[in-house]
T-cell receptor, first 115, second 114 residues
Framework: DQQVKQNSPSLSVQEGRISILNCDYT??????FLWYKKYPAEGPTFLIS?????DKNEDGRFTVFLNKSAKHLSLHIVPSQPGDSAVYFC??????????????FGQGTTLQVKP | DGGITQSPKYLFRKEGQNVTLSCEQN?????MYWYRQDPGQGLRLIYY???????QKGDIAEGYSVSREKKESFPLTVTSAQKNPTAFYLC?????????????FGPGTRLLVL
């Protein structure tokens, strides 16, 4: 039962253009969402997050949008740079009675930015 | 220079052998986590600990064991009961282990079976 889904395994964009990575979730109890970037053979690096009380959060070239009614979030990278080429994971935090910070991860989307 | 260290970078396991993966953090974080990544899949939670001397099973705890005797250390043992141990193992930590916190990851250990 995949609660967080990234349906596009890969995405290729031209340098300078916009990259849009998508993520869908099924659990309405998720209230905090994060995006991580991962290079091969390295640990994921935190990129940006958004709380469910917001619908947009921006940090430099990175913007995350949250559509709670559609249970969908997206990461926009503008402009895309070759150094952005990596695997991007979205993750969701479960709000439960134990109040733990367990993260549920999507399968990842491999972004390739071509020079 | 704060961060999370994992060792070794590569680890080889023989059939029937237990191996232990090290994870150390100097971020003064209370919570620590172990994840497993398989090709084409997301990270799956093995175990987590919100405080010293306490830990909880994650989604795929079978065949693994952990200890949390010190705040900065959270070693993971892959036992012989884990039939498919080949994977990339990632350790993470967060400030208190509560919801809405960012987890920070170490560089990972790749475990291979001989």
């Amino acid at each position: 039962d995949q609660q967080v889904k990234q349906n596009s395994p890969s995405l290729s964009v031209q340098e300078g253009r916009i990259s849009i990575l998508n993520c869908d979730y099924t659990n309405s109890m998720f209230d905090y969402f994060l995006w991580y970037k991962k290079y091969p053979a390295e640990g994921p690096t935190f990129l940006i997050s958004i709380s469910s009380i917001k619908d947009k959060n921006e940090d430099g070239r990175f913007t995350v949008f949250l559509n709670k009614s559609a249970k969908h979030l997206s990461l926009h990278i503008v402009p895309s740079q070759p150094g952005d080429s990596a695997v991007y994971f979205c993750a969701a935090s479960v709000w439960g009675s134990s109040n733990t910070g367990k993260l549920i991860f999507g399968q990842g989307t491999t972004l390739q930015v071509k020079p | 220079d704060g961060g999370i260290t994992q060792s070794p970078k590569y680890l080889f396991r023989k059939e029937g052998q237990n191996v232990t993966l090290s994870c150390e953090q100097n971020l003064n974080h209370d919570a620590m986590y172990w994840y497993r990544q398989d090709p084409g899949q997301g990270l799956r939670l093995i175990y987590y600990s919100q405080i010293v001397n306490d830990f909880q099973k994650g989604d795929i705890a079978e065949g693994y064991s952990v200890s949390r005797e010190k705040k900065e250390s959270f070693p993971l043992t892959v036992t012989s009961a884990q039939k498919n141990p080949t994977a990339f193992y990632l350790c993470a930590s967060s400030s208190s282990g509560l919801s809405r916190e960012t987890q920070y990851f170490g560089p990972g250990t790749r475990l291979l079976v001989l």
